[in-house]
């Protein structure tokens, strides 16, 4: 079965830095476009980044562009979001997301992240 881990998370300074990795597992995992999205207290989840199944192509919110990076180690069914310059408002649960053709979204379980002083 399709397996979704985050992990990374913690409490940061603002102007700090920290690195999510979400572990993936049951289906090919380079075929595919992963996706980073966030949910913030109150909010709807929103995407943050995503990246295509080679690597070579990727999009940010413009919230996160040039601080953020979304990259993949398919060798090892990894995807990572590195994120620098934190700001209070990133603080949010944050999630990976893989689309699979015919099998629809699949999450994983979330890391929060929060950005404080």
């Known amino acids: 079965q399709v397996q979704l881990v985050e992990s990374g998370g913690g409490l940061v300074q603002p102007g700090g830095s920290l690195r999510l990795s979400c572990a993936a597992s049951g289906f090919t995992f380079s075929s595919y476009a992963m996706s980073w999205y966030r949910q913030a207290p109150g909010k709807e989840r929103e995407l943050v980044a995503d990246?295509?199944?080679?690597?070579?192509?990727?999009t940010y919110a413009d919230s996160v562009k040039g601080r953020f990076t979304i990259s993949r180690e398919n060798a090892k069914n990894t995807v990572y979001l590195q994120m620098n310059s934190l700001k209070p408002e990133d603080t949010a649960v944050y999630y990976c997301k893989a689309y699979l053709q015919y099998r629809g979204a699949y999450w994983g379980q979330g890391t929060q992240v929060s950005v404080s002083s």
């Open positions: 990246i295509t199944g080679a690597g070579g192509s990727t």
